[in-house]
């Protein structure tokens, strides 16, 4: 996330400055570190050079203010205002929410309240999990533009995605800067559930890596070309369309990579033997599942590395998210060692 680098003691001055241009980004918590605040700011916008631009982890402004509640005060009671406990997901022009089915007849009220909350375009209803081997969910419409389509700006980056057409989560920013932050020039590297693409353009927004991107899912790849075109890339992207199993047997011979993106968590175990045969000595595993902890996925690497003779150093178990309570979309990085 770009953000304006001031003193302390310069913060306030700074922010109504900054807000009194339009180029504050309200989405996004000002965050203070080290005697230093740093103003989240719209990457779209000029900003005059004067100010010290960096780029830094913020965290995102969660959508429950009182003035929300205000618009739907006469219209559900404050225990049903709470039940709601509404978080959105915005994705580009398009807000994405999760109604409890005991406020359903309400729904258009509710999306009514959530596009002039949010000055959106479209709001949808999940009417679903997500669910097939294409990972989608079933979207209604509920106010506004029926539009499903739009373009997501992060990280510098601009992604066009259809959002009945493909999966997207907005919450994994953070966690693909991350990932981006931690490959080095000249890496190869195997995104094996790739979607639009968020994970290799980000990577290669900045980074002189060589992608493959696979996707079972048609439509993805679809955009992925699209996303490819619309960025301008240090990284070089290769779209495969395809179950990552058939994809390796068609091109991989011989073909090992210095990374290798698993975020599927539901099912990504399943394919981790593909993975410890694909990766490189020494090579990295970012391995995604959904869990109460991270003792299950690391006991899945190793019992995967042992059986081609390697063994496993972990280098870092992140929390990216909550999944449902009590379970958590975890993130466990993974160094594979040969065991001679």
Not at 131 to 140: A, F, K, M, S, V
Not at 149 to 169: C, Q
Request: glycine share 4%; hydrophobic share 40%.
């Amino acid at each position: 996330m770009k953000a304006v680098k001031v003193p302390l003691k310069s913060l306030n001055d700074t922010r109504k400055a900054l807000m009194e241009k339009k180029l504050m980004n309200l989405d996004y918590k000002i965050k203070t570190k080290d005697n230093y605040g740093f103003i989240p700011i719209n990457e779209e916008e000029k900003i005059p050079e004067d100010y010290e631009i960096v780029d830094i982890d913020l965290e995102t402004l969660k959508r429950y203010p009182k003035n929300f509640t205000e618009l739907l005060k006469d219209v559900l009671t404050i225990e049903e205002i709470e039940e709601l406990k509404t978080s959105f997901d915005i994705i580009g022009d398009i807000v994405i929410v999760e109604i409890p089915e005991e406020l359903k007849s309400k729904k258009k009220e509710i999306g009514k309240a959530t596009l002039e909350f949010t000055k959106r375009k479209s709001v949808f209803m999940k009417k679903s999990a997500i669910h097939g081997t294409i990972r989608i969910r079933d979207l209604e419409l509920i106010a506004g533009e029926d539009n499903a389509v739009t373009i997501h700006k992060e990280h510098g980056t601009r992604l066009k995605l259809n959002v009945k057409e493909v999966y997207f989560s907005p919450r994994l920013a953070t966690e693909r800067k991350r990932i981006a932050d931690n490959v080095k020039d000249g890496e190869k590297i195997l995104d094996m559930f790739c979607g639009i693409g968020p994970f290799p353009i980000v990577i290669a927004k900045n980074k002189k890596a060589n992608i493959t991107a696979v996707d079972i899912n048609n439509d993805a790849i679809k955009y992925l070309d699209e996303n490819i075109r619309l960025n301008k890339l240090k990284g070089e992207i290769i779209p495969l369309c395809g179950d990552i199993r058939e994809v390796a047997k068609e091109n991989f011979e011989n073909e090992k990579f210095d990374r290798i993106i698993m975020n599927l968590p539901g099912l990504a175990f399943e394919f981790l033997d593909l993975a410890v045969d694909l990766i490189v000595d020494n090579g990295v595993i970012n391995y995604y599942e959904f869990s109460d902890s991270f003792s299950q996925g690391i006991e899945r690497l190793q019992k995967a590395a042992h059986k081609k003779n390697k063994k496993v150093e972990i280098l870092n178990t992140r929390k990216v998210k909550s999944s449902s309570p009590g379970m958590w979309h975890v993130s466990i990085d993974g160094k594979i060692i040969d065991s001679n």
